[in-house]
C-alpha cells in the first residue's frame, strides 16, 4: 500500500473528523466575495465531499453506509440553515453533496479493489 494511502487508511477517523470541521465551517460562515465562475460551486462541493466520505470508504468499517448517510443528512442539514446565516441553500448543492459522497465512496471502492493490493515481491 502507498503511504498517503496507507496514512488515510490508518488515520481515517481523524481525517474525517477534520474534514467535517472544515467544510461545516466553511458552509456557514459567510464568505467574502469570490470571483463567480460558472460550475465551480458545484465542483467544489462535490470535491469536499469526496474528500469526506473517502477514508470512511476506503477503511470500510462495518457501519461505513451509516455514516455515508449521516453525511448525506449533515448536507442536506447545512444547506436548510444556510439562510440564516447570510448564505443561499441550495437543492443542487445538496445534490452536488451527495454526488460527493457517492464519488468518494467509488474512488475508494476501485483503490481498494486494484490499487492498494501488496506487492508479493
Known sequence: MQLPLRLVYNYWILLTVVFLCIITSLSLFPLPEVPNI?????????????????????????????????????????????????RTGEWLDFAANTAGILSGTLIAWVLGKFGLRESKS
Open 38 to 86: 460558472p460550475g465551480t460551486d458545484k465542483t467544489n462541493h462535490l470535491i469536499a465531499y469526496s474528500a469526506l466520505m473517502f477514508p470512511v470508504a476506503l477503511r470500510r468499517p462495518s457501519y461505513w453506509w451509516l455514516i455515508g448517510l449521516f453525511f448525506v443528512l449533515w448536507s442536506g442539514g447545512i444547506e436548510l440553515l444556510q439562510p440564516y446565516v447570510n
